[in-house]
């Protein structure tokens, strides 16, 4: 019986494949699995922080998307004293 087949079709996966192949004298599918292993474990290890952690990245994240110039004073909510609009 043959093994499950994995096809991605993209030049620059390829050319990191082959080019890995070559300078590590795996076969491909060796270096395909041992770099998703890899990512896989990393992955695991990003989500296996401290709840803090969690709140921090997405708080960091939510800065990245914000536009520039943004701020969170709301002050259009608020009057020249203070109370709201």
């Known amino acids: 019986m043959s093994e ?3 096809s991605v079709r993209s030049a620059k996966a ?3 494949a ?4 070559a300078r590590t004298g795996l076969p491909i599918n060796k270096v395909v699995e041992q770099a998703l292993d890899r990512y896989d474990n990393e ?3 990003q989500s296996a922080g401290t709840p803090l952690d969690a709140l ?3 708080m ?3 800065r990245r998307k914000a536009p520039a110039g943004m701020t969170s004073a709301h ?3 608020y009057d ?3 109370l709201p609009k």
């Open 43 to 45: 992955l695991r290890e």
């Open 80 to 82: 020249e004293h203070g």
């Open 56 to 58: 921090l990245e997405l």
């Open 60 to 62: 960091a994240e939510g």
């Open 4 to 6: 499950p087949q994995l």
């Open 75 to 77: 002050d259009d909510f």
């Open 18 to 21: 082959h080019a890995l192949s």
């Open 14 to 16: 390829k050319t990191l």
